[in-house]
Every structure is written in C-alpha cells, then in structure tokens.
C-alpha cells in the first residue's frame, strides 16, 4: 500500500521545527513518523501523518514550501540480514531506492522501513511476489 508523505523545507534555525510541529498539533495532526535531512541552510523533512491532506492545506496555508509523495512501509526482521533480503528484491528487478529511513520500536522486533523506489509499482509487485506486503504505519502503529 503506498502511503502519502509530506516533504517540507526548513530553514536550519531555531525554533523552526518546533513551530511546524505545533501548528499540526493546533490542526489536530498526528505524527506517524518523520525524518529531518540537513542541507545546508536548509533542512529536509519528510512526514507521515494521519492526515497527509490536512497535512498539506494547514503547512501551506502557513506559508512552508511544502510537497507530497508516495512511499511505501514494509516490516523488515530486526536481524543482520534483513534489509539485505529486502534490497535484493527489488535490485533483481532493477528497481533502485531513492531514499529510507527506518525505526524499531523494541529490540528484536521488525522493524518498519519507509522507501522512496525509483519505481514504485514494480517494487511492490516484486516485494509482493515475495510474500512481502507494504505495511499501513498509521495502522501498524495502532493509532
């Protein structure tokens, strides 16, 4: 299932951050997961939320350069070799990633791994042949 993320740019200053994450807060969105990638002056961050379009029409209404993607969650086994198996997949099928970011929320439980693919639809077609399905987070979370 492909899930809709948000990218946002920050200006690498105090306090930007924070006022993002309180004027979703103030819209009733909740974080699922979120990534922050410095750039220079700026910073890169990537959300998933429980509302992706509420998301995008409250940070744009305040003025943040903002833009919308696909991406996709899969359940990778917290062990050495895990994502190794995942990558080799989707390489078979010439699919490269473009970006992940990953967390584990208990030692020796999957983990759950966001990916921007090159191509998303054949790598959910090789991952599903697979028996390895893409993951709801907003689900997956209970939330």
């Given at each position: 299932?492909?899930?809709?993320?948000?990218?946002?740019?920050?200006?690498?200053?105090?306090?930007?951050?924070?006022?993002?994450?309180?004027?979703?807060?103030?819209?009733?969105?909740?974080?699922?997961?979120?990534?922050?990638?410095?750039?220079?002056?700026?910073?890169?961050?990537?959300?998933?939320?429980?509302?992706?379009?509420?998301?995008?029409?409250t940070?744009?209404?305040?003025?943040?350069?903002?833009?919308?993607?696909?991406?996709?969650?899969?359940?990778?086994?917290?062990?050495?070799?895990?994502?190794?198996?995942?990558?080799?997949?989707?390489?078979?099928?010439?699919?490269?990633?473009?970006?992940?970011?990953?967390?584990?929320?208990?030692?020796?439980?999957?983990?759950?791994?966001v990916?921007?693919?090159?191509?998303?639809?054949k790598?959910?077609?090789?991952?599903?042949?697979?028996?390895?399905?893409?993951?709801?987070?907003?689900?997956?979370?209970?939330?």
């Amino acid at each position: 299932m492909k899930i809709q993320q948000i990218s946002v740019f920050l200006e690498n200053r105090p306090g930007r951050l924070g006022a993002l994450c309180s004027i979703l807060a103030e819209a009733g969105v909740n974080l699922s997961t979120l990534s922050l990638a410095d750039t220079g002056e700026f910073g890169l961050l990537r959300l998933i939320t429980s509302d992706p379009d509420k998301t995008l029409r409250t940070l744009t209404a305040a003025g943040y350069a903002v833009a919308q993607s696909e991406v996709i969650a899969l359940q990778v086994p917290d062990r050495p070799g895990g994502l190794a198996g995942v990558l080799e997949i989707i390489e078979k099928e010439g699919v490269s990633v473009e970006y992940m970011y990953a967390f584990a929320l208990r030692s020796g439980q999957d983990a759950v791994m966001v990916f921007r693919f090159s191509d998303m639809d054949k790598a959910i077609d090789a991952l599903h042949s697979a028996g390895i399905n893409a993951l709801h987070v907003v689900d997956q979370l209970g939330r």
